[in-house]
């Protein structure tokens, strides 16, 4: 597609539910990253995937995250138990070699857990 | 304390002034700099960025970086309503591969 799409573009979810975010990056672009950005916080880093390599998850906050990339194109950010603190807007960017300075990011997906 | 240091805002300015956004690092091996601009609900865009220290000019846009103080700043000369947003710092130590640190970003209003 012409840019990176997430969905659901909001979700609101209980307090103890799963959920999963979805991230469809740029075509041919090899690399994905998530991000994570909360209120006065900034982006925060959670895990990078280039081409086949094992994926970077040193940022993943707890073992409650997990993600995964099918096929090398599209990505899911799973969330289980999730907790207050976890409501934050979830960035996914993708880029052609890994690069960070080509990074093109989506619109995000607002999580919201009451 | 936190590797990059953002002062939120927000900011507010009237339409025509100079801008001056800025960040400090305490990481000595970040190379290269970036500023990002975020409208609401949007996902960050790359305006700039600049390797090692020195300036980088873009249109209206100016990027400093002084590696000597850790220290980089963006300038916006004839500032338009439309460049109301939210503008973020991020940085690396190289290109490949490499997560960038952000700032926390500061919020800039261009008042009519």
């Known amino acids: 597609g012409a840019g990176v799409s997430q969905s659901p573009s909001n979700k609101v979810t209980e307090k103890g539910k799963d959920v999963e975010l979805r991230c469809d990056p740029i075509?041919?672009?090899?690399?994905l990253y998530w991000y994570r950005q909360s209120l006065g916080q900034g982006l925060e880093f959670l895990i990078y995937f280039q081409g086949n390599s094992a994926p970077d998850k040193s940022g993943l906050p707890s073992d409650r995250f997990s993600a995964e990339r099918t096929g090398g194109s599209v990505s899911t950010l799973t969330i289980q138990r999730t907790q207050q603190e976890d409501s934050a807007v979830y960035l996914c960017?993708?880029?052609?070699?890994?690069?960070?300075?080509?990074?093109?990011f989506g619109s995000g997906t607002r999580l919201t857990v009451v | 304390q936190k590797e990059v240091e953002q002062d939120p805002g927000p900011l507010s300015v009237p339409e025509g002034a100079i801008v001056s956004l800025n960040c400090t690092y305490s990481n000595s091996a970040f190379q290269y700099f970036m500023w990002y601009r975020q409208y609401s609900r949007k996902g960050p865009e790359l305006l700039m960025y600049t390797y090692s220290s020195g300036n980088k000019e873009d249109g209206r846009f100016t990027a400093q970086v002084d590696k000597s103080s850790k220290y980089i700043s963006l300038f916006i000369r004839d500032s338009q309503p439309s460049d109301s947003a939210t503008y973020l710092c991020?940085?690396?130590?190289?290109?490949?591969?490499?997560?960038?640190?952000f700032g926390t970003g500061t919020q800039l209003k261009v008042e009519l």
């Open positions: 991020a940085m690396s130590q190289g290109l490949g591969g490499n997560k960038l640190t």
């Open positions: 075509s041919g672009h090899t690399a």
């Open positions: 960017a993708s880029s052609s070699s890994g690069q960070g300075i080509g990074y093109t």
